[in-house]
């Protein structure tokens, strides 16, 4: 049974089970956004959700991975195209606030603040636990016949 889903407020066709990002496909766009930095043309790169190229917003839910999330009926889609206006996503991110303060995690290696104490050195070695050593026997005991080494001559009769 095909649904249809709204893209950039245009009805279009789809069928179940398809992905928002192969809805795209099909109106014929092979992008849908743009970067930040450079203005250039995203849209499907891996297909598996890893790279967060093919963001979109659903239903008013910003950085939707559109290969990942399958349409339902109704759905409204809207890209960052310049046709969409460039705003699907929340347009430019706001600008950061001033750090201040001590970082909440110290940092191994790095420069200490003044007035606050470096954190003690974890248990747990830079790149994860270390595996166990492996087992080394120790040397066979001599044979009971035997003295103990290093106790010849040491005896009390003379």
Do not use: K
């Not at 046709?83 to 200490?112: H, I």
């Not at 470096?118 to 026997?137: K, M, R, T």
Request: charged share 20%; glycine share 16%; net charge neutral.
């Amino acid at each position: 049974m095909p649904l249809t889903v709204h893209v950039d407020g245009a009805p279009h066709p789809a069928r179940p089970g398809q992905t928002v990002a192969a809805v795209l496909l099909s109106t014929g766009r092979v992008s849908w956004r743009e970067t930040r930095h450079g203005g250039r043309p995203r849209g499907v790169f891996c297909g598996i959700g890893v790279c967060y190229d093919c963001l979109v917003t659903v239903n008013g839910l910003a950085g939707v991975r559109a290969c990942r999330r399958e349409v339902r009926e109704g759905d409204r889609i809207e890209t960052a195209s310049p046709a969409a206006g460039g705003e699907a996503l929340g347009g430019p991110p706001p600008a950061a606030a001033p750090r201040t303060g001590a970082p909440a995690v110290d940092v191994p290696g790095a420069v200490p603040q003044p007035g606050r104490e470096p954190a003690p050195a974890a248990d747990v070695p830079v790149g994860g636990p270390v595996a166990p050593s492996p087992v080394v026997e120790a040397p066979a005991a001599p044979p009971p016949d035997e003295p103990p080494r290093g106790t010849a001559g040491t005896g009390s009769g003379a």
